[in-house]
């Protein structure tokens, strides 16, 4: 039986719509289930049901043997793990967002605010502009709107909620998207069944 780790958040419907299109049905596991873990004889599949940045810790160190999680919490806490598809369902983008219309100017230093703070440094390692990086922990769009920060690196869907809060999407510094990440070590003990439903992702279309 293969162990899975599925985010809580808003992967959890992209995870469940493509392994249900791979034939994978999790009968009876739905969106707001508050069961930790769930076992699924007929897929041979035990299920943890993880915040979203818990999955790779718990794939990587090989309590689970795979996991799908957001490529923006892949590269904040890094690992080595193997993501052998991306889904093509649950698109947004990574960018920095402030309440002025530019960038800051070359030379200048500004206050960035991010729970990227990894990802900020990496983005800011090419600008001619710098930054002190503040790692905050939820509304990061506040911190540009009270000053807290000249500029800010979130996650932007619809980019209503800049609108309605008067601030602008500056630049877009990533694509993001749900991976699928394996254990290397579980990889080789359930390779077949894994390259299986690689497959069934591929033939159902729900993976780039």
């Known amino acids: 039986m293969i162990r899975l780790a599925l985010p809580k958040g808003r992967n959890l419907e992209i995870a469940l719509a493509g392994f249900r299109a791979a034939g994978l049905g ?26 979203d940045w818990d999955v790779p810790l718990y794939v990587e160190y090989g309590i689970a043997d795979c996991g799908v999680v957001g490529s ?18 649950g698109h947004c983008r990574m960018s920095l967002i402030g309440k002025r219309d530019d960038l800051p100017k070359p030379g200048e230093q500004v206050r960035l605010a991010s729970k ?55 630049e877009v510094v990533r694509q993001i998207q749900p991976c699928l990440v394996v254990n290397r070590a579980a990889y080789q003990l359930h390779r077949s069944e894994l390259n299986r439903w690689v497959d069934r992702f591929e033939a159902a279309e729900v993976v780039e």
């Open 26 to 51: 999790l009968a009876g596991l739905e969106l707001g289930d508050r069961r930790l873990r769930l076992t699924f004889p007929e897929d041979g599949l035990e299920v943890l049901l993880l915040k």
């Open 72 to 89: 923006d919490v892949l590269e904040e806490v890094g690992g080595d793990l193997l993501i052998p598809v991306r889904f093509s369902e």
């Open 116 to 170: 990227y703070p990894r990802t900020a440094r990496s983005v800011l390692a090419d600008r001619s502009w710098g930054a002190d990086v503040l790692k905050l922990s939820g509304s990061i769009e506040l911190a540009p709107l009270l000053d807290l920060a000249e500029v800010a690196l979130d996650i932007v869907q619809t980019g209503r909620t800049l609108r309605d809060n008067g601030l602008v999407e500056l």
